[in-house]
């Protein structure tokens, strides 16, 4: 028997009509929830990466994380932590840059700080030097300040030493260090979730955040002759100034290790951070911290 629209209640069809496309909006609206929860994993160029959370150390990305591989001048992060994590440490205390550390740079076609011989630096200069323009010279001089021994030699075996304990109270498995800058003899290398876990840590030091976030600076030193000099460094991380919130943190680079970059950055109070290793450029490893920055505060 056929029932026509006579035999139903018209404000039941209306009600139904309203039910329904209440229903299609609230799907979409789900739809487009979860769609936005879920932004696309990006594509980088770089072998290995690794970002998290720095507040809560949530994983937010990962490739290759584990993967041990050379890294270049991000070893100098350690250098740097270990320095700053010095019982009783005074950054105004004034090191006299020696020869050997200006030899050691035309040896290894190194990159440097500039330093001259006979210059009295302080603590914290060094470690502006050793940050922004990445200057192996200026980490041997730390090294040969904060090692132990009779000798420079074992004052540089000694202040290894002391960033593989560091590495190992952290509990990293997949680090080790056999340089005081990233110049391996062979066996420094660590990956991109233990790099992170070593930023992350030496972020927590004001000293090293200030320093790490700066793009520029000039720092009077004193002359051998008692006068004094200027000397200008420029941070090799273009993150800086390029990327909204960016705070750090350092790059890397060599013939093995290719192009690297541990970065971080802070936009409404939360902070992401992360290291790409073994990009193709300067440009490519920038391009790719910025990808994973842009997905980390997504997640």
Avoid at 284 to 299: E, Q, S
């Amino acid at each position: 028997m056929k029932i026509g629209l006579k035999g139903i209640n018209r404000a039941t069809v209306a009600a139904t009509a309203v039910l329904t496309a209440g229903a299609v909006l609230t799907g979409g609206a789900f739809a487009s929830t979860a769609q936005a929860a879920t932004p696309p994993t990006p594509t980088i160029t770089a072998k290995g990466g690794f970002v998290m959370d720095n507040g809560t150390a949530r994983a937010l990305y990962s490739k290759t994380a584990d993967t041990r591989r050379s890294t270049g001048s991000t070893t100098k992060i350690m250098t740097a932590k270990v320095v700053l994590g010095q019982k009783n440490l005074n950054l105004d205390t004034k090191v006299t840059i020696q020869k050997a550390y200006s030899d050691y740079i035309v040896s290894k076609t190194a990159s440097s700080a500039r330093l001259i011989v006979g210059d009295k630096v302080t603590v914290r200069q060094l470690l502006y030097g050793l940050m922004l323009p990445s200057g192996c010279d200026a980490a041997y001089a730390l090294a040969d300040k904060f090692g132990t021994g009779t000798t420079r030699a074992a004052r540089v075996k000694s202040f290894i030493g002391k960033m593989n304990a560091d590495a190992k109270a952290l509990g990293l498995k997949n680090t080790h260090f056999d340089s005081f800058d990233g110049i391996s003899s062979g066996s420094n290398y660590s990956t991109p979730r233990d790099l992170t876990k070593i930023a992350s840590g030496a972020m927590k030091n004001s000293t090293f955040r200030a320093i790490v976030k700066t793009k520029s600076t000039k720092q009077k030193v004193t002359t051998k002759s008692g006068g004094y000099r200027y000397m200008s460094w420029s941070n090799t991380n273009t993150l800086l100034g390029s990327y909204t919130g960016a705070i750090g943190v350092k790059t890397g680079s060599g013939p093995t290790a290719k192009y690297c970059l541990v970065f971080a950055a802070t936009r409404n109070g939360r902070t992401v951070i992360g290291t790409v290793l073994t990009s193709t450029s300067s440009t490519t490893r920038t391009a790719d911290a910025k990808k994973l920055l842009d997905y980390g505060f997504k997640k």
